[in-house]
């Protein structure tokens, strides 16, 4: 696993970032945040929620940016 969170987003990246690369990235800010490598039992359901509701807004933002310049695959 990555010990940073890496930009997801084109050219950064030069294929399409995916579910688990967003995921990825979203435990990874949680785990900064909240200073827990892994959740206690009795933190883990909203840690997990946690994780679960950054990759969908992280999903959001990448599938919202308008990089100029870019041609976008079809």
């Given at each position: 696993?990555?010990?940073?969170?890496?930009?997801?987003?084109?050219?950064?990246?030069?294929?399409?970032?995916?579910?688990?690369?967003?995921?990825?990235?979203?435990?990874?800010?949680?785990?900064?945040?909240?200073?827990?490598?892994?959740?206690?039992?009795?933190?883990?359901?909203?840690?997990?929620?946690?994780?679960?509701?950054?990759?969908?807004?992280?999903?959001?933002?990448?599938d919202?940016?308008?990089?100029?310049?870019?041609?976008?695959?079809?």
């Amino acid at each position: 696993m990555c010990r940073s969170i890496k930009t997801l987003r084109p050219p950064a990246l030069p294929e399409e970032a995916t579910e688990e690369d967003m995921r990825a990235a979203a435990l990874q800010y949680v785990r900064k945040v909240s200073g827990f490598r892994a959740p206690a039992a009795h933190n883990r359901e909203v840690f997990d929620r946690a994780v679960d509701e950054i990759t969908a807004a992280t999903m959001e933002l990448l599938d919202g940016l308008e990089i100029r310049g870019a041609s976008r695959g079809a």
